[in-house]
């Protein structure tokens, strides 16, 4: 990653939720402009620059353009004074990282694809051309064979940013090709939120992981969910994985239920299952539900509610 500094104006990073793309965005953004020595293996001086992240699926369409290229007094219905989008605010030697890229629309990709070719921009009501002399790192959790089948994007901007690709890995995929890559990441983690290595705690996660989750977990949060499980290990000495869907489940349920998906049998089953992720014991379950442990259990493992609800939180 490092070494995508200046070799190409735009990165393109690809791959699943969690896999650390923001991370990786980072460090090619912290990485420009900077002198590297080879010999030493190191950047030769130091810089001041900035990087801007912004995640594009969390603006409004009608904000987007203001966000990202300013605006200029009286453009708009509430534009009472200008405003400098974030290419105007991105210094010379800056970064900037637009998230979630696969979610914008045709006319924004147009103004963007113009950044990159041109390195040119003009603020909403505004008429003058604006340089921009900053590098842009874009990145998306769709893989590039959906974006290009169902061609919400103009066949130009996918070409333009597949120009130089980067594909992160997921967590499973780092772990099959090198299992003791895993030690390192959660070292890397501890330290994180430590402040400094901590050896004994690293044997800690290590042997808890092993006992809760075993050696073959695909672990489908990624990186993300690593992180989250050192931190719930770290606190209670316990990592359940998925126990923090109880609150999406009990959710799906209830709209399920009101669209009339479920019969009284799944319906019992999948209140066993919100109650078990979040209390985390079959006894615990049995308890409230005046059920025996072993059909609790039952329940649990073989909800035939489970497609009904995922098919209703995709909805």
Known sequence: VLWNRMEDF?????GETGTGKGT???AIGRSGFIPFEEKDNCFVESF???????????????LIESELFGHRKGAFTGAVENHRGIFARCSPH????????????????IKLLKVLEERSFSAVGGHDKLHFN???VTATNKSLKDLNQERTFREDFYYRLCSNVIRVPTLRQQLYEDSSSLEALLT??????????????????LVTL?????????WPGNVRELEQAVRSILLTMHYRPGAGDAAHLTEALYHAIEQDKLSARELVSSYCRILYEKYGTF?????????????????????PSNKNLESDRAG
Not at 10 to 14: A, D, E, G, Q
Not at 189 to 198: E, K, L, Y
Not at 210 to 218: I, K
Not at 295 to 302: D, E, L, R, Y
């Open 10 to 14: 735009s990165t393109f990073l690809v």
């Open 24 to 26: 990786a965005a980072a």
């Open 48 to 62: 001041t620059s900035n990087f801007i992240e912004i995640n594009l699926s969390q603006f409004p369409e009608s």
């Open 94 to 109: 800056g970064s900037i990282f637009l998230d979630e890229i696969g979610d914008v629309s045709i006319p924004i990709q």
């Open 134 to 136: 900053g590098r842009i």
């Open 188 to 205: 890397h983690t501890i330290q994180s939120i430590a402040g400094q290595p901590v050896p004994e705690l690293l044997e800690t996660v």
């Open 210 to 218: 092993e006992q809760e989750v075993g050696p073959d977990y695909h």
């Open 283 to 303: 006894e615990k379950v049995a308890r409230i539900t005046k059920l025996d442990p072993r059909t609790v259990k039952k329940h649990c493992s073989a909800s």
